[in-house]
């Protein structure tokens, strides 16, 4: 039980520095975009090229989505860099709970407790849902098109619980104030879970 709490802590670690190099690199060729497009070199240049090969397949979707909304494009790897840190940061804190259910998981198994197992898993599964909901308002201030995959799964898999909320709640002028509801009523679910099923315990990962 120990070995696999330590398999699933190095996972996640490895998980984290991956991440990180991730957006490192997506940030890195941003700022050669924001330098080639300053610089304003010939355009047919090793450099030029070279820059706008590795950074296009980001910028592109971006670019349309800014001026849909009427923004100047050239702000698109400002853009990007701010969607990448972002999406690090969710992606991050998925594995953070995956991870934390898993390692619940296996001590409630080696102890035979199926109550508690069956708590973790509920609690990592409300935890997963409050994240694809505030993925999904960010990604809605960011512009990004309901087009995209990713975009559109967040609105699939969040919709079946926003949408009551939505006729229920006016929304405060021009925002819909519905996620706040959902926010509440999925922290007083976990709690609940918390304090019932795992009666406050806390997870083998600290």
Request: hydrophobic share 55%; proline share 6%; aromatic share 10%.
């Amino acid at each position: 039980m120990v070995r696999t709490i330590q398999i699933i802590e190095r996972s996640l670690l490895f998980l984290s520095w991956a991440v990180i190099a991730v957006i490192v690199v997506v940030i890195a060729i941003m700022v050669l975009r924001l330098i080639a497009n300053a610089a304003d070199p010939n355009p047919f240049n090793w450099f030029s090229r070279t820059t706008r090969r590795l950074s296009d397949p980001f910028i592109m979707p971006v670019r349309r989505g800014l001026m849909r909304a009427g923004v100047d494009p050239k702000f698109s790897p400002l853009v990007v860099i701010l969607i990448t840190v972002l999406l690090g940061w969710f992606f991050m804190q998925l594995s953070d709970e995956i991870g934390r259910t898993l390692a619940g998981l296996v001590v409630s198994i080696g102890r035979a407790n199926a109550i508690s197992a069956l708590g973790y898993i509920l609690v990592g599964a409300v935890s997963i849902y409050t994240l694809l909901i505030f993925m999904r308002i960010v990604f809605s201030w960011g512009m990004v098109s309901h087009s995209n995959r990713l975009m559109r799964f967040l609105v699939n898999s969040t919709e079946p619980l926003l949408a009551p909320l939505r006729r229920m709640i006016p929304p405060l002028g021009m925002m819909d104030i519905s996620p706040i509801f959902a926010f509440i009523i999925l922290w007083l679910l976990k709690a609940a879970i918390s304090g019932t099923l795992l009666r406050g315990g806390a997870s083998p990962l600290g």
